[in-house]
């Protein structure tokens, strides 16, 4: 199973959709993740169903990278 974590927030663009992994302010002028704006979340690749389907498990809800 592979698997990734990312960042998120609710912000939202003057239209009223979620800016989500877009939001400017998630990062760092340098790159880095900034520790006081949006949730960790990760994803799970699981194994294929019975008829070869895609399967992925998230979560979210972390304060921290490490904690997800």
């Known amino acids: 199973m592979a698997g990734t974590t990312y960042k998120r927030c609710g912000c939202r663009d ?14 760092r002028p340098g790159g880095g993740w900034s520790p006081k704006h949006g949730i960790w979340h990760y994803q ?8 070869g ?3 992925q498990l998230r979560r979210d809800g972390f304060t921290t990278q490490t904690a997800a």
């Not at 799970?44 to 008829?51: A, H, S, Y």
């Open 14 to 27: 003057d239209n009223g959709r979620l800016l989500g992994r877009s939001c400017p302010r998630l990062r």
């Open 44 to 51: 799970l690749e699981l194994p294929p169903t019975p008829t």
């Open 53 to 55: 389907g895609r399967r």
